[in-house]
């Protein structure tokens, strides 16, 4: 089945713990992208990828690190986390990039929902 | 600024038609506009996509104005399972160079 699969699910930490949300799709999907959602605020982008090894910023990438090391992954780290980064956290990946001159998709993981005490 | 613009809620009755707006006033002739909606906090999905032209699929319909400054998504006969959060995202180029969601207009369908 196709899917992206994010785990874990439901994390509660603790400030300044270093943390990695994983992210894999299936689909042989070139672009990668991670998103934050939060109330009144809708989701918006942190970082996405195009490519293996080739990462950029989104709107809010400030205390997010990734990398793509393989084309099927895309992990989120958190070095230091903080309470403001309580959030519900979206993976979705494409068949390449999801604007410009063609359409393509974006398949979104089920979400992992994160807080920061 | 570059803003993809949605109201924040609407209702619609139940096997009536469902029109929801979005302003995306600055992007180029040559970006797509897609939708997407969110059930619950689950992983948004796909509706449909349009450039100019209207367009129709299995779930929805998408008129996209001329100027292409604003865009209408269309669920023709609404169902309580149409009940979600319905985001508009367009691409923006030039100096923005990226996608921007729209805050999402949350579609309450009444029995």
């Known amino acids: 089945e196709a899917q992206v699969t994010q785990n874990p699910r439901y994390l509660i930490t603790v400030t300044g713990k270093k943390l990695t949300v994983t992210c894999s799709q299936n689909?042989?999907?070139?672009?990668m992208s991670w998103y934050r959602q939060d109330p009144g605020l809708g989701l918006r982008q942190i970082y996405y990828?195009?490519?293996?090894?080739?990462?950029d910023k989104g709107d809010v990438p400030e205390g997010y690190k990734v990398s793509r090391k393989e084309k099927r992954n895309f992990p989120l780290i958190l070095e230091s986390p903080s309470p403001n980064q309580t959030s519900l956290y979206f993976c979705?990946?494409?068949?390449?990039?999801?604007?410009?001159?063609?359409?393509?998709?974006?398949?979104f993981g089920p979400g992992t929902r994160l807080t920061v005490t | 600024d570059a803003k993809t613009t949605q109201p924040p809620s609407m209702d619609c009755a139940e096997g009536r038609a469902a029109n929801l707006p979005c302003n995306h006033s600055?992007?180029?002739?040559?970006?797509?506009v897609y939708w997407y909606r969110q059930i619950h906090s689950q992983g948004p999905q796909y509706i449909i996509h349009g450039l100019k032209n209207n367009e129709t699929n299995e779930m929805a319909s998408l008129i996209i104005t001329e100027d292409r400054k604003s865009s209408t998504l269309i669920l023709p006969h609404a169902t309580l399972r149409d009940t979600a959060v319905y985001y508009c995202i367009a691409y923006y180029g030039g100096a923005t160079n990226k996608l921007i969601f729209g805050t999402g207009t949350l579609l309450a369908v009444q029995p």
């Open positions: 600055t992007i180029s002739g040559n970006e797509y």
């Open positions: 689909m042989n999907h070139e672009y």
């Open positions: 979705a990946s494409s068949l390449d990039f999801p604007w410009g001159q063609t359409n393509y998709e974006q398949y």
């Open positions: 990828s195009m490519n293996v090894e080739v990462t």
